[in-house]
């Protein structure tokens, strides 16, 4: 998993309502200079636009977020997904992904779970939600006490604070929803979709 968290210091997280959006969407990401997409199963049509766009743009990493049960990794793992992401940490899925041989993004936020996560032998885990858990000065901590395992921190970044995030010695990459917002995805106005990309990772340098 970390070497996908490390092909990209920022991973859109993607909530589709209309299949039709998919294909339009993900190419205004890739056409801004991001190849790595996360869409979220919490939605009817979020397997079916993994899968169409696995296959209309193979150069794309695409995952599942939001995977919550063994099936649904399954169905991910069917559609095209070539990694998985989830809230939390479950041994289960862990297993399970490992059986599919399915990179697997669980998502942590204590001490406790970094442990657990480290005796499963994870290398990655999602900081979720960062910015409710202390988000920069958790992280920090973190990276002193368990300095092998590097996070991808969600909930509540952004382009103002996503350089502070990526600064930390145990943060790759930072995920988050603010690239793709549903009133342009509503409107789809894929250009100014492109724009925002374009600026995040104009902002990393």
Known sequence: MLSILQKSPIIPVIILEDLKHALPLAQAIIAGGISVLEITLRTPVALDAIQA?????????????????????????????????????????????????????????????????????????????????????????YSQVFPPLKFCPTGGVSLQNMKEYLALPNVPTVGGTWLTPTDLIKQENWPAITQLVKDAVAALD
């Open 53 to 141: 766009i696995a296959t209309q743009f193979p150069e794309a990493i695409v995952g599942a977020g939001t995977v919550l049960q063994t099936q649904a990794l399954k169905m991910a793992k069917a559609a095209g997904a070539r990694f998985a992401v989830s809230p939390g940490l479950s041994a289960d899925l862990v297993s399970a992904a490992n059986e599919l041989n399915l990179p697997y993004l669980p998502g942590i936020v204590t001490a406790s779970e970094a442990m657990l996560a480290q005796t499963l032998n994870l290398t990655a885990a999602k900081f979720f939600p960062a910015e409710a858990f202390g988000g920069l000065k958790t992280l920090k901590s």
